[in-house]
């Protein structure tokens, strides 16, 4: 079988405050510099969590390193990042990858793999039709112990909210 992922983009790591987590990256293993970023309503209107409208808000810091980004996440309300901040304290939530095949397309293929809608599938509302950022959280925490992360790099395709 021919992996469908192409490139690891990213490593999510869940923290119980990305301002501390920052500064320790910084001052103790000189990781930086990061830009911070508050995600919510405004820039994701059009989200689905578990397959339903909903919202997922978050603080999150980023960085380039190691010939990839890191990303740290602060959840800010009741969402599976928060869960798994409760369960497991700090710690790696989830890969970024680039795949091989298109998203919608690896979308579908999960859905008929594990029964399941991605867990976040979210579409960025610049006011511009089809340039807004799209990406989904495929739940693999069964199979893999965490989230896969998708995006839809041309930009085409299928949020199911319009």
Known sequence: MEPFISHLLQIGIIVADVNAAVKHYETEYGIGPWNV?????????????DGKPGMVEFRAAFCKAFGMELELIQPKNETVYKEWLEKHG???????????????????????????????????????????????????????????????EDRTGGHPIK
Do not use: S
């Not at 970023?37 to 969590?49: A, E, H, Q, S, T």
């Not at 970024?96 to 298109?102: E, G, I, L, P, Q």
């Not at 867990?119 to 739940?139: F, P, Q, R, S, V």
């Open 37 to 49: 970023i508050d995600f919510g309503p405004g820039m994701f209107p059009k989200m689905l969590v």
């Open 90 to 152: 700090n710690g790696i939530h989830h890969i970024a990858v680039r795949t091989r095949d298109k998203f919608d397309d690896v979308v579908k293929e999960h859905k008929a793999l594990t029964g399941k809608d991605p867990w976040i599938h979210a579409k960025e509302d610049n006011g511009k039709t089809g340039e807004g950022m799209e990406y989904a959280y495929l739940d693999l925490r069964k199979e893999l112990g965490l989230f896969l992360e998708i995006y839809n």
